[in-house]
């Protein structure tokens, strides 16, 4: 049995799937990307993102990027009763590796200075909005 569960602080999924599902101690979140709360797939809501009306880059922040999908991760794991000391594996998607894993690693490791869960790190073609990191996590609950 698991229990699934919303956070009211994290931007709404972009699908029919819960922010988490809590197995046991375990805790599994979907893919968390940078959109801010209360924003939706049709709405663009992500920090340091601004496009055109074609869709085109007028400004890109990966930074602000990288530091709002971080604390998107924490709204999700302390509405689902952990934290983020209990994060134990985070995948990330990169949709540009080259360009950003510099500045993901540099954020990275303020953020998990501390809290050191195993991760991987891929680089993808794209994501169902126009994010440029996603993370993947998993962790335990107390």
Known sequence: MSDKINANKAPKP???YPHARKVGNL??????????????????????????????????????QCRSVFDNVRAVLEASGSKWENLVDVTVFLVNMKRDFKTYNKVYAEYFKDAQPCRTTVEINSLPTPIAIELKCIATID
């Open 27 to 64: 805790l599994f979140l979907s893919g968390v990307g940078p959109r801010t709360a209360g924003s939706d797939a049709n709405d663009s809501g992500v920090p340091g993102l601004k496009l055109d009306h074609n869709g085109n880059f007028e400004e890109f922040d990966f930074e602000a």
């Open 14 to 16: 972009v699908g029919l």
